[in-house]
């Protein structure tokens, strides 16, 4: 009689020791994607990975460590999606890119809230990277105004199209220290604060920005796109047809890199 909780079935997919901690946070972030951080519950989740609630202890003390875990994986997702954002800027035609944005305030990178399509990439799912990833452009600044702004389209697409993982992202961050998390990381090894961090830097290194007012942007620029994904999901801007959220997130990404 197999007495070992980590491989009891009860009717579904069993894993090994070493796959279990995985399998409890895989089955945490299907619940934050159905029903945001409230829905990730320790019991649940080990019911959806086939053990018994006491086989999650050897992996998370309680549910708020499996919540820290799954806020992770959810974190690291919005960095890769910054990441895809970031790589698809055209290397040939960056100076055309923005000139073209600086004149019409209403140009944003498409966002499918139905399918998580932004200029035909697809938002990755935790755990996933792009396999073929595009040419980086050159540092310029014309790139360098680019990647910023990549930086807030990237973090509202994944918003819009992972609104339950989104919710769930930022949860269990109870300071600043959680958001250059290794754990937090996308594919280049940067949380997405460090990723907004380098392009603010970069924004400097290329004259975009002064340098005296580089301290504490990283701030102003957060808390402007951070608000915006939260009225879009759980605001009054949430009834917004698709045409008028992506204008909306093309006027605020501008405003933002304009009003640094």
Do not use: K
């Not at 895809?84 to 290397?91: F, K, M």
């Not at 290194?205 to 009225?231: D, M």
């Amino acid at each position: 009689m197999n007495t070992d909780p980590a491989t009891e079935s009860h009717g579904r997919t069993t894993y090994r020791h070493g796959d279990l901690r995985r399998a409890l946070i895989d089955a945490g972030l299907e619940l934050a994607r159905s029903g945001g951080p409230a829905a990730v519950v320790l019991r649940e989740a080990t019911r959806r990975a086939g053990v018994s609630p006491n086989a999650a202890y050897r992996h998370f003390a309680d549910r708020q460590a499996l919540l820290e875990a799954v806020c992770s994986e959810c974190q690291s997702g919005v960095a890769r999606a910054i990441e895809d954002e970031q790589a698809a800027i055209p290397v040939a035609d960056a100076a055309a890119s923005v000139m073209a944005d600086m004149t019409d305030m209403t140009a944003v990178t498409a966002v499918s809230v139905s399918d998580g399509r932004a200029g035909g990439r697809t938002t990755p799912a935790p755990g996933e990277t792009d396999a073929n990833p595009a040419p980086v452009a050159p540092l310029t600044a014309e790139t360098a105004r680019l990647r910023f702004r990549a930086v807030g389209s990237g973090y509202l697409r994944f918003a819009l199209a992972e609104p339950g993982l989104f919710r769930t992202a930022f949860t269990a961050s109870s300071d600043l220290e959680s958001a250059t998390s290794a754990a937090r990381a996308g594919a280049r090894g940067l949380t997405p604060f460090q990723l907004l961090s380098e392009a603010l830097d970069n924004l400097v290194t290329t004259g975009v920005l002064p340098a005296e007012r580089r301290p504490g942007a990283e701030f102003l620029a957060w808390s402007a796109v951070h608000g915006l994904a939260s009225l879009l999901l759980d605001g009054p801007l949430r009834s917004l047809p698709p045409q008028a959220t992506q204008a909306l997130i093309g006027r605020v990404v501008t405003m933002v890199e304009q009003g640094l």
